[in-house]
């Protein structure tokens, strides 16, 4: 075969889709995650083809000795195995490192009916190499929750639409009932970019999702406990922007000590019930300008 | 290469996931749907392997000229395909045809807001060679619709925790006003196995199916209009046991010429709004025994 | 809400897709699965719902406490779920326990190149009520593996093609030489229908899945790895017909302590490099008739 | 409901995972595709929600109305609907649109064995309020095909691993004889950013892609066909690195009229025969830089 004039470079080369068992320390407790990881490094222009096996050794060595190893997080995993593509990848500049993994919270509509509740973690890391130093790391770390939506439009159309039928409706002691309209369920992901040495707690992340949203939803919900939380998610319809706007106006709140710096990006869907398709919004900012929005 | 003994029959042997596009004739118009085929054949044991090139043979005679040439429906497809696949493969006993796609049909909340709505249709027939005669062919035809449930017991749970905060809701004239629940997705699918000679029209299957559900949907809806859909679905609240029955039920007049031998398959999927899981029944019987109970 | 005349009994009602963490025990390790359940019983004629909180109960119950007490394994698990479901749903007959999960082991080409290779289980257990004793219970348990398949069809047309060129090929001493020809990334599942007490366990079923593909395949190999496994999958060309035939005619052999009654069905799927769809082949038996096989 | 302050505008807001049937007009023929699009404007914010329901509409009257009246393609569709959202949604600066759809091409390895090969098109519009004139559009075009890869490396390691046992193989009549090893189903895309009034075929840009890979892969391939294609991806091995740079530097031939400032990501997907997992490579560059790097 003829030699290739390798002129070309490439932003990035690597593995996809392989799949680990990842250990992490939480709480005290040791939880393993299935996890699914994409690594990649750009290849320069003087060289042919990329030394894939060593990805595949240093997701060996750092993930699978997470079995018996716990380490403290999938993203500090992640800023690991980026680092060390640097340094088995001498050619390579940059490298980024993706994984995802189902994650499980133990929570329930009372302290007697708490299940594990299933969530979605990602995360992403870039490391660049910097002259003479250590390289420069960025990272993003994204949760995600699925909850409940009602649709304030609909629940406002309705009344008119119910009370030539029900005049009573209009009775000043009605004004707060709560009436019908579509609800689904929703799908909320925040993502957070972090320069390094800023951490962020994934459980917090959700809990700023699910406060977002009409109402959390719950695995084990008994016979009272179901009108519980369809009063709760009527009494706080929202539209997908209502679920953006509440989740980004209150990151500056929730995250106090994360810098202005940290990008922000939100994205929720709404597998509506009244119809076939996914109603979605979604926004990215830094959580500087949220408080510049806050405090406007 | 040193030969196997080839004992072992195999019940299927064929290929599988293949794209093609077919086109159909609906109400005199040509209709391309984007279809997924599996066929395959059983392998005797005194042959060692199936000749797979004459599938995808077969495929591009019998499906890829409809593009020029549509045919009556995607299962009358399937029928020729199967039982051309035991003309080809003069070893085999039986034949195997699958096939799926994506199907749109006009509808809408009324006549000025009509849009192209998207339904599932997979179809099956399975050839067996008959000695001295043409193959004996049976047929599956199975249609799937989307639309909504709203759950009655919520409904009902929901009316005692809101009585205390609004007493006029015990008023006689409130008895029938439709109390908050949650209502969400449901996907529901009907499968008719059918004889030779036994037809049966798939927006026929559809049309049987919206009608189970709490509501159907509709991709346009106007302010008003989701307030008239909500209130559908509200005011015909349905478990998946509902759902389930009310589509068996239903079968009997809906299609009142198919034999008592059809068989029946009902399958519903409700995509919860207050859980992260699906709640889900099935059921199958035939027409006959649907017809009795009918009557008994 | 009018009643409805509960008239129709339904096969299976429950809920779906509901994701769990799941704590075994191999090897004296606990491992954690991200499993995904199904549960579902029947509803008799004269009851108009299931109490599906019951189900999520359950699940809470018997699969959340794995995380402090692991169980011994994903399908103990499920015949527990199902037996279950009967006490809580007194008036149901039967019950239907599915789930599945990705699985790891450690493996290599050798041992210091070994790592965690994914896998995927799915188990199902299936509980029936009988008369003044403890329902009788049917388990399925299956096994996946990816490995490697090489087709023996092309590889001998592509020495008849080579052969004009290359007269050399025809000298004695390059009989066995193999010749190039299309490989591909099969996947092969093995599924055991097990009546109450009889035990199997997974990893033999992953061992004789990958004996039966051309090779198995592994997430490290070094230079000169690559060649070694590409060599034994083409000193092992193979259709999808024989990995079949392979896999079934070995079970006798690896599963010597397994009754006659042992329902077995095997399925291979190869994703053709030289096509966009995959090669398929399939087949359902018991032990006993494999048995009678390999001594006829 | 209290009024929430909409203080915060959203970047996107809209629906998603909407199907349609496409009408297109190609060669003369009407061919119509199973479209998935997804449509957003921003919210300023002055304005609580986006009216959702005008996206439904015109989706409805420009992508139905295509099955009487076909359109030129899938990315003129796009923009047409991208610049109509800005028109009934006055409050928005910016409009987006996706859609994605499977696409056939007659191909064959012959012209006796053509048949329909599907092929995966994606396209995006993004349309932004120019002060005092028609709106600025930004699109692109992605095409996705299938074919095939062998590996260069494994070929130059099996053939060392053979010479001890094989001598004749270091005959000089055997220089170029292909050997042995892995070869796989490769998955590449092209994507185009193009500015208004530019166009570029979507047939154009598969051929490109087919050319870029080891050998491309039909449906239909009897005995004597495998091997041709076999020794065509033999002759020609490829790493992922090798796909995207031969891709990357045949543009500027392949497409001459298009201007430089033409955006170009490519993207390439090999499932790996010897790993679980897929070993991948992407770039992103524009079309002068491209012509620069020939010409230098």
Redesign the interface.
């Known amino acids: ?1 003829a030699p ?1 004039v ?16 990842l250990t992490v320390l939480r709480g005290g ?1 040791a ?4 996890a699914t990881f ?1 690594v ?1 490094v750009d ?1 320069p222009s003087s060289r ?3 030394d ?2 060593r990805n ?2 240093i ?2 060595e750092i ?2 000795r997470t ?1 018996t190893q716990p380490v403290q997080s999938m993203e500090w995993a992640c800023s690991e195995i980026a680092k060390e593509l640097l340094v088995r990848h001498p050619y390579a500049q940059c490298s980024r490192v993706r994984v995802s ?2 994650h ?1 919270l ?1 929570k329930g509509i009372s302290p007697d009916r ?5 969530y979605h973690l990602s995360a992403e890391a870039q490391a660049m190499r910097v002259n003479g130093g250590p390289p420069s790391l960025t990272r993003w770390l994204a949760a995600e929750a ?1 909850g ?1 939506t009602a ?5 406002s ?2 009344r ?3 009370l030539p039928d ?4 209009s ?1 000043p ?2 004004a707060t ?9 929703n799908r909320t992901r925040l993502t957070f970019e972090l320069h390094e040495g800023v951490e962020v707690e994934a459980d917090d992340m959700i809990a700023t999702i699910e406060a977002a949203q009409s ?1 959390p ?8 406990d ?6 709760t ?2 009494r706080d ?1 929202k ?4 679920v ?3 989740l ?2 209150s990151l500056p709140k929730r995250f106090p000590s994360l810098p202005d710096a940290v990008g922000v990006l939100a994205e929720t ?1 709404s ?14 900012t830094t959580l500087g300008e949220l408080r510049q ?1 806050a405090s ?1």
């Open positions: 075969m290739r390798a002129r070309q470079g490439l932003r990035h080369v690597g593995i996809e889709d392989i799949r680990k068992p407790r939880i393993t995650l299935t994409g990649t290849l042919k083809g990329s894939l096996s595949a050794e997701l060996a993930v699978d079995v993994a189902t499980f133990l708490r299940s594990m509740e299933d699925v409940m649709c304030p439009c609909a629940m159309t309705a008119d639409l119910l029900y005049p009573l409706l009775d002691s009605m009932l709560p009436i019908i309209t579509h609800n689904q369920r109402s939803t719950y695995a084990i919900l008994k016979r009272g179901e009108a519980k939380v369809v009063l998610a009527h319809p539209f997908v922007e209502d953006m706007r509440d980004l106006s869907w597998e509506e019930s009244i119809h076939k398709y996914d109603v979605v919004a979604s926004h990215d929005n406007a």
